[in-house]
């Protein structure tokens, strides 16, 4: 046994999502064999920590390229200046304090997002990540039957946490880039994983409308089932550390970026993997309302 594979290890960080990842260097040429590995970790734990890994957007596109087809950076906000597949997370640009799956209102969502930290505040601006497919397990079974029946329409265009006349212009503008094209789709509220075949919630902040009903009855559903999800038992809390890369499985997560870190610089690096179109318990695929997305996945 060579000494690299006996110190490679998988930490769980709690029960039932996330783990670290000790003896592997993403910002390295990476062997089939461990792409399998970090494959089924991500698979089995649905979020991968790898601390005191500074990577350049070059090996942060390599190491996410081993997993699939990278998107661009997203369907209407500009990349970073030269990197066409690096989207800027920046606390100057706005802030994600509210549960989502990422890209989720086109067909193809990304398959895994790749988070790499830059500018880390002195305090605070943890992302929480949560079990999708936990959070399904736990509906009492009256619960479940009603969510395997529901499908859900997702748009860009979605309830923000923060209304309209509270904005300043900065944040005004970056709503206007986010909402430049509509997009709509639906999706099922209960997602088969195309490679595992685990069940989950496939909901978030984009969801905005259960299918057949009315805008009150969906919110009140979705809050629902959106209480499962973001239940403590379901969630890892991941603290941002100079030099970190996360991946997540965005087909099973939904994600949160804590706003509790008073508006310091953060800055993390985000590449994703391009992703399926989502299937439900029926075989049926997720279908377009509006919106062509193949310049992001194309
Ligand atoms: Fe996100």
Known sequence: MTAIATDRDVRKL??????????????????????????????????????????????????????????????TVASAPGAP???????????????????????????????????????????????????????????????????????????????????????????????????RTAHPVVRVHPESGEKGLYLGGFAQRLVGLSVSESRDLIRLFQSYVSRPENVVRVAWEPDQLVIFDNRITQHYAIDNYDRLPRQLHRVTVAGDVPVGLTGERSR???????HYTG
């Open 85 to 183: 597949r690096v989207l800027p997370v920046d606390s100057e640009k706005g802030v994600a304090n509210h549960w989502h799956t990422d890209v989720t209102f086109v067909q193809a969502p990304p398959k895994a997002t790749t988070l790499s930290s830059k500018v880390v505040p002195p305090h605070g601006g943890e992302t929480l990540i949560a079990n999708t497919g936990a959070a399904y397990r736990d509906l009492p079974e009256p619960l479940r039957l009603l969510a395997d029946s529901l499908w859900a329409i997702h748009t860009n265009d979605y309830d923000y946490a923060q209304p309209e006349e509270s904005l300043d212009e900065q944040t005004r503008q970056n709503r206007e880039e986010f909402t430049s094209l509509a997009f």
């Open 288 to 294: 377009v309302i509006e919106g062509d997305a193949s």
């Open 14 to 75: 709690t029960g039932r999502i996330g783990a670290e990842i000790i003896g592997v260097d993403p910002a390295a040429e990476l062997d089939a064999e461990t792409v399998e590995f970090l494959n089924q970790a991500l698979l089995e734990h649905k979020a991968l920590v790898f601390r005191g890994v500074p990577l350049t957007d070059k090996q942060q596109e390599r190491f996410a390229a081993r997993f699939g087809e990278l998107t661009t950076a997203h369907p």
